[in-house]
């Protein structure tokens, strides 16, 4: 019972991550398309920490957190570049 | 125990439905900033916390823990220099905003120079 609602869960997410994609593509400015990719930077790495409870690996936390870091200094990135140029 | 974990991540799943959906709907940048922002801060917590307290065995608490505080920490700082940038970089605001302080600040320090 318990791992079908994570289950559900899991499929829930994918589909909010399949929308935000969608923005991403159709996104009009540059800023539209960041936010989009930071959101699904976040989604996907709720994703990572169910695939390490799924097959029990705890090295898989290790990527999400790295991912977490890499996203927050890109879009840190593209903010600077978006304010003044490089 | 496990049940209630997995009915907090089937919440936190919700919310984070929700975020995507309000991404695809606001009008404009600012608007999308703040779902995709605030919701998917909270969609994430629920379901991280949820899977850590659904597996108390599997020795995960503390680096999910560390990945709650390291997301509720960045989010709300790179979406603000997103915003700070979009604004200057002059992307406008939609029709129905009321109100848009920072333009306001802008003029007059830009006044107060001359």
Redesign the interface.
């Known amino acids: ?3 079908l ?2 289950y ?3 499929i ?2 994918l ?3 399949t ?2 994609f ?2 991403m593509i159709i996104g009009p ?1 540059i ?2 398309r ?3 990719l ?2 699904m930077t ?2 996907a ?2 994703l990572i ?2 695939v ?2 799924l097959t ?1 690996r ?1 090295i898989y ?2 990527v ?2 790295v991912y ?2 890499i996203s ?1 200094i890109g ?2 990135a ?3 570049y ?2 003044r140029g490089i | 125990m ?2 209630f ?3 907090i ?2 919440i ?3 919310v ?2 929700l ?3 309000g ?2 709907r606001m009008p404009d ?1 600012y608007n ?2 703040q779902t ?2 605030k919701a ?2 909270l ?2 917590i629920l ?2 916390s ?2 850590s307290l ?2 108390p065995e ?3 608490l503390g ?2 823990l ?2 709650i505080l ?2 509720v920490l ?2 709300p ?3 603000n ?2 915003a ?3 604004h ?2 002059g ?1 406008k605001l939609t029709d129905r905003s009321v109100k848009d302080d920072l333009q306001k600040d802008n003029m007059e320090k830009n006044e107060e120079e001359k």
Do not use: P, Q, W
Request: with cysteine.
């Open positions: 019972m318990a791992n609602i994570y559900i869960a899991a829930i997410a589909v909010s991550i929308l935000v969608i923005r400015t800023a539209d960041t936010v989009a930071d959101c976040i989604i790495i709720s920490v169910f390490a409870y029990e705890i936390l290790d999400a957190i977490a870091l927050f879009v840190i593209i903010a600077r978006m304010e | 496990e049940l974990g997995s009915i991540t089937l936190g799943s919700i984070l439905l975020s995507a959906l991404l695809l940048v999308r900033m995709g922002t998917t801060t969609g994430t379901f991280l949820g899977i659904g597996h599997c020795g995960c680096k999910i560390v990945l390291f997301v960045t989010n700082v790179s979406s220099a997103l700070r940038a979009a200057f970089a992307i």
